[in-house]
């Protein structure tokens, strides 16, 4: 009767280690979304040893769920609705890190990953800040944006640094002294967004992240001052790649390489015309960044 009911007791998935089937299952919902949502990303993902992989994409699952919450446009929800679901996914992670449970598939598995790497509310609540910021304010100046950096991408490098050093000895120190930089490339990463969604973000979403920049009239300057500011940020975060655990170090590096050769395209291709298309790498180029990760190549 216990197997024709499907309520047997908690059984264990053997591929999954000391993992519950329902851990795994929740660890593979949110690789799923990863897979949606960023071929790149996944790419680099798959770089990663076990069990940092699976940290990585449980942190990521639950980034992009908020997202979705913040800028799906087919939900047909005003802000107020929107910050009420965001309220409530907050809550729900909250309590699942507390009690160890949910049943949101992708909060479960992000729960399990922050007990057990030490991702706390010093980056959980910046996170959440950050996401409703974008359903109340539509310009930053200079201050709110590095603000929303922080919260938005910053404290996700900082959760992904958590995921690398967890098993590693002196976790406490190296977080530390690699922190500056987990900060530095999420800060890339998200500005060389902004420069891709430039017109997509002003006119779908009516968000201008970047002070003093006009969407569409984008300068061959502005471009330049904004790439630089990034490749400065790329440049301080690649110094520290060699000094990360084997265990995360060529993923890291496949995805820093990513983002520079984003950062490239970007600055050849006429600020006139970012607004109106999204730039991104060709398939050929992925590729040998991916392969030059793999054999360890800078």
């Known amino acids: ?20 089937l329902y851990d795994a299952a929740a660890s593979r919902a949110s690789a799923q979304v990863v897979e949606e949502y960023s071929t790149s990303f996944a790419r680099a993902c798959r770089l990663l040893h076990e069990p940092v992989r699976t940290h ?3 942190v990521y699952g639950l980034v992009r769920v908020a997202d979705e919450i913040v800028d799906a446009p087919d939900l ?13 996914l907050e809550d729900e992670v909250r309590r699942a890190t507390a009690r160890g449970f949910s049943t949101n598939l992708v909060v479960h598995a992000f729960a399990r990953t922050a007990v057990r790497t030490g991702i706390d509310e010093e980056l959980v609540g910046p996170f959440f800040a950050s996401m409703r910021t974008d359903l109340s304010r539509t310009a930053h100046d ?5 603000r929303y950096v922080y919260g938005s991408a910053e404290v996700v490098g900082l959760m992904c640094l958590r995921a690398f050093l967890a098993d590693e000895a002196d976790a406490a120190r190296r977080f530390d002294d690699l922190a500056p930089a987990a900060r530095r490339l999420g800060a890339a990463f998200q500005k060389v967004n902004f420069l891709r969604d430039l017109g997509a973000d002003h006119d779908d979403l009516g968000r201008d992240y970047l002070p003093g920049v006009d969407a569409h009239h984008l300068t061959d300057d502005q471009r330049d001052d904004l790439l630089d500011d990034i490749d400065t940020d790329l440049a301080i975060a690649a110094d520290a790649i060699a000094l990360l655990p084997p265990s995360s170090r ?39 960044i991916v392969a030059r990760s793999l054999l360890g190549a800078h």
């Open 1 to 20: 009767m216990t197997a024709l009911s499907g309520r047997g007791h908690a059984r264990r998935d053997a591929s999954a280690g000391s993992r519950t």
């Open 56 to 58: 990585v994409r449980n």
């Open 76 to 88: 047909g929800l005003g802000p107020s609705a929107r910050g009420e679901l965001l309220d409530d």
């Open 142 to 146: 200079a201050r709110s944006l590095d």
């Open 250 to 288: 060529r993923a890291v590096r496949c995805a820093h390489d990513l983002f520079a050769a984003l950062s490239a395209r970007l600055r050849r291709t006429p600020a006139a015309t970012i607004a109106g298309t999204r730039v991104s790498v060709g398939v050929t180029t992925k590729s040998l």
